[in-house]
């Protein structure tokens, strides 16, 4: 994702407003108490029912903390939350795209309905509000401060590298992070907005509850099956001692920000693996894909003599 936006320095306003989806549990709720605990920065914290919101604030914080509710599947929620939160703040700076769900099942046995919907949630929610997030970054925070903002778009390691079982939350996350890196291009840099791919590898949270099994298809059925094989490893609670816990995880993705302005890389990164996990499996990945690149250059490059220049600069290259 080569946005010229991401390669400008980023500086986070002292009193920032951050519209965080999914904050009932996990990564969100974590996210959420811990910038409440920053004496300036302000929070909209979105969730489905709002009544799960309600342990959120800290002391001296409810001045600054709006709970407020929001189904990513609806136009009119997301309408109503966005106008909720700049009726009480007047602007957004960080937008997380936090809220979403897994679907485990053999790909052959998932329905359409089954199918769609997660892509409502996981998909079609971040997009349409990462659009408003976009319009206002760039139309109402220049009236009360600075102009821009960072959209933070949680994906996965699974929106990057692949695992049996998994398919269709794959591709919604391969999705995601399609959306991000083409959106990201369009920005122009005056407009000072930065978008990131965040990708989470295990956590501790109830993500693994809020998974909807999806159905199984019987030629799948023999234990020693890919996809048998990867469910088990699931089901076990031994391997999910080894997964990140939510809260230093929450902690990463405000880095992800601040440190924009504290650090010395001085901007916001284009895609960021979290955990031990992640960033192994990502790595890996690259280097698998680098690998097969050469393996197959010759016909790759069989098709065209040369590039033009202004393709070479259109590309990347």
Known sequence: MDSKANK?????????????????????NSLAKLLLQHPTYRVVATARKPST?????????EDRLLATALDVTSTESIDAA???????FGRIDVLVNNAGYGLFGDAEACTRETERALFETNLWGPVALSKHAVRIMREENPKTGPIGGVIINVS???GFITVPSHTFYHASKFALEGFTQGFAKEMCPEWNIHFCIAEPGGVQTEFSSNVNPGHRHP??????????????????????????????????MIE????????????????????????TAVKAEAVKISAELEEFKELSVSTQIELSEELKTLVGH
């Not at 099956?225 to 990463?252: D, H």
């Open 8 to 28: 400008l320095p980023y500086n986070l306003p002292d009193d920032a407003v951050w519209f965080i989806t999914g904050c009932s549990t996990g990564i969100g």
């Open 53 to 61: 919101l309600s342990q959120l604030g800290v002391p001296g914080s």
């Open 82 to 88: 966005v106008a909720a939160a700049l009726s009480r």
């Open 156 to 158: 996965s390691m699974g």
């Open 219 to 252: 030629a799948y059925d023999a234990p020693d099956t890919p996809s048998r094989i990867i469910e088990s490893y699931l089901a076990n609670p031994e391997s999910r001692k080894y997964w990140a816990k939510s809260e230093p995880t929450a902690r990463a």
């Open 256 to 279: 992800i920000v601040t440190g924009a302005k504290e650090g010395a890389k001085g901007r916001i990164p284009a895609r960021v693996p979290i955990g031990i996990d992640a960033f």
